[in-house]
């Protein structure tokens, strides 16, 4: 994979060789503390007819620290920066769109995902613009209740999918986020896969596995 300057582009990333004529796309988003190389394992294993970006966001908290937007921990749950969240949220989705024009992939054969962090800004896009994606995956993450007032049309909603990966022994964002956006996505109906996994924060071989499943059959027939 290759590294990006984020000069031509909204976002910083790395990408994959292009093939000839990339029939899907997949935009993958690191989470808080971390960098476009950290889901470069996953990225190794999505099939070679897709391109695969990986997205740096665009708060630097260290070197090689990035993060979507700041939050703090209290005794009510985790406190999102929702200014800077509403920023990245604008930015993650214009780089898409950026991403789609450059390698000539419709809204029909995208998909954008990320863990944790990465998953709440995948889904802040895919459910507040379900014309840029056919869907999102939240690993190991979970969807910002403060974006309800920004959420589109129930119809709308309507044409996208998602993936819901999570431990059961999350200590970070405990499975409960799991539990609500199932309820939430249902509510709206968007058309969803929940699945639950051995194990702490983070992404196992079998959260893998099933996300590139449901990837697959999400895209199979896109374009």
Do not use: C
């Amino acid at each position: 994979m290759s590294s990006m300057p984020d000069t031509d582009h909204s976002l910083a990333y790395l990408a994959d060789a292009e093939p000839a004529e990339p029939p899907r796309l997949l935009v993958l988003a690191h989470g808080v503390g971390g960098n476009e190389t950290n889901l470069a394992p996953l990225a190794a294993r999505v099939p070679s007819d897709t391109v695969v970006v990986l997205a740096r966001g665009p708060l630097t908290l260290g070197p090689g620290q990035y993060a979507w937007f700041r939050v703090a921990f209290g005794p009510h749950g985790p406190r999102p920066d929702l200014a800077a969240a509403e920023t990245s949220r604008q930015r993650l989705a214009t780089f898409v769109g950026e991403m789609q024009a450059h390698y000539g992939v419709p809204p029909t054969a995208t998909v954008v995902a990320g863990f944790s962090q990465g998953g709440i800004m995948s889904a802040s896009v895919a459910l507040t613009r379900p014309d840029l994606v056919a869907g999102f995956g939240v690993l190991a993450g979970r969807i910002l209740p403060e974006l309800e007032p920004r959420l589109a049309a129930r119809e709308a909603l309507h044409s996208i999918r998602a993936f819901i990966g999570h431990g059961r022994d999350d200590s970070k964002l405990p499975v409960d986020w799991a539990h609500r956006a199932d309820a939430w996505l249902t509510d709206l109906g968007v058309r969803h896969e929940t699945h639950l996994y051995p194990g702490d924060h983070g992404l196992s071989p079998a959260m893998q596995d099933d996300f590139l499943g449901w990837f697959d059959r999400t895209t199979r027939h896109a374009g």
